[in-house]
């Protein structure tokens, strides 16, 4: 076949997506492996990695002998395994050079600044709340919730924002009994059947409070970010302690500049006013 000919179909593939015969399985065996590693479960032994993705065992032990020798996995005492630096440096490369990041930052900083509270910028991922940006005030009494931290969707302001903003379909595909763990505050709902409600006001409303649902003591109000096309592509929130805000005065006080920053945000990137 002509080089020149070859090439415009090699363009051609690329623009339309990855061909199957250019699958590398091997690579895909691998990310599989990675991708089982979460802040709820941060270690694994190879004999439960196997067992997670249907690897053979010996195929699952090569995989990780590989992983760890790159830097990606890091064999502890013990026997599990937990990620390796390499894992970390990409994923805050990932979340750095993205445009949402580097738009946000300068006004949730100043948010942040303005209010003396707490600041966040978090996407969906499946039926959990990806944290991107993370202001802390020093008073907050949390978890241990930093840039790359995930939380259950269903028990944060900013989650229940995205969700709100879900096709049915789509809501029921991420929203199982298993999105509603154990570790949660007192006010939390724990079902989608009990949550049904709350997501429609809020979208109609256009935000959301969480009030002692993720956690005792902690409250929170989230609103939208929006991409050129209108759609909801993140939320902030402004989280606060219990014992200072009662929801009134954080629907009073915070919410109206969340809102404002949240609009600068968007018409930053591109979409309409109004």
Same mark, same amino acid.
């Given at each position: 076949?002509?080089?020149?000919?070859?090439?415009? +179909?090699?363009?051609?593939?690329?623009?339309?997506?990855?061909?199957?015969?250019?699958?590398?399985?091997?690579?895909?065996?691998?990310?599989?492996?990675?991708?089982l590693?979460?802040?709820?479960?941060?270690?694994w032994?190879?004999?439960?990695?196997?067992?997670?993705?249907?690897?053979?065992?010996?195929?699952t032990?090569?995989?990780?002998?590989?992983?760890?020798?790159?830097?990606?996995?890091?064999?502890?005492?013990?026997?599990?395994?937990?990620?390796?630096?390499?894992?970390?440096?990409?994923?805050?490369?990932?979340?750095?050079?993205?445009?949402?990041?580097?738009?946000?930052?300068p006004?949730?900083?100043?948010?942040?600044?303005?209010?003396?509270?707490?600041? /966040?910028?978090?996407?969906?991922?499946?039926?959990?709340?990806?944290?991107?940006?993370?202001?802390?005030?020093?008073?907050?009494?949390?978890?241990?919730?930093?840039?790359?931290?995930?939380?259950?969707?269903?028990?944060?302001?900013?989650?229940?924002?995205?969700?709100?903003h879900?096709?049915?379909?789509?809501?029921?595909?991420r929203?199982?009994?298993?999105?509603?763990?154990p570790?949660h505050?007192? /006010?939390?709902?724990?079902?989608?059947?009990?949550?049904?409600?709350?997501?429609?006001a809020?979208?109609?409303?256009?935000?959301?409070?969480?009030?002692?649902?993720?956690?005792?003591?902690?409250?929170?109000v989230?609103?939208?970010v929006?991409?050129?096309?209108?759609?909801?592509?993140?939320?902030? /929130?402004?989280?606060? +302690?219990?014992?200072?805000?009662?929801?009134?005065?954080?629907?009073?006080?915070?919410?109206p500049p969340?809102?404002?920053?949240? +609009?600068?945000?968007s018409?930053?990137?591109?979409?309409?006013a109004?």
């Amino acid at each position: 076949m002509p080089a020149r000919r070859r090439q415009a +179909q090699n363009a051609q593939a690329t623009e339309a997506g990855p061909r199957p015969e250019y699958r590398i399985e091997a690579l895909a065996k691998g990310l599989r492996l990675l991708s089982l590693f979460t802040e709820q479960q941060p270690v694994w032994r190879v004999s439960d990695m196997a067992a997670a993705t249907g690897m053979p065992l010996p195929t699952t032990y090569r995989m990780v002998m590989t992983l760890a020798a790159e830097g990606y996995l890091v064999h502890l005492p013990n026997g599990d395994y937990r990620p390796g630096v390499r894992v970390l440096t990409l994923g805050t490369a990932a979340l750095r050079g993205m445009d949402l990041v580097e738009i946000a930052a300068p006004g949730l900083q100043a948010l942040a600044e303005a209010t003396g509270e707490t600041v /966040n910028l978090c996407v969906l991922t499946g039926d959990q709340v990806l944290y991107l940006i993370r202001l802390r005030n020093s008073d907050l009494v949390t978890a241990n919730i930093q840039v790359g931290s995930t939380l259950p969707a269903v028990y944060t302001s900013i989650g229940k924002l995205l969700l709100a903003h879900l096709d049915d379909d789509e809501l029921a595909s991420r929203v199982t009994a298993g999105s509603f763990g154990p570790a949660h505050g007192p /006010n939390a709902k724990l079902s989608l059947d009990e949550l049904r409600g709350e997501l429609t006001a809020i979208r109609r409303d256009g935000w959301a409070i969480q009030d002692e649902e993720l956690a005792f003591g902690l409250r929170s109000v989230a609103v939208p970010v929006r991409d050129a096309s209108g759609r909801v592509v993140a939320g902030l /929130n402004i989280a606060v +302690q219990a014992r200072d805000w009662s929801t009134q005065r954080i629907i009073r006080e915070l919410r109206p500049p969340a809102a404002r920053t949240s +609009q600068e945000i968007s018409t930053l990137l591109g979409c309409p006013a109004g």
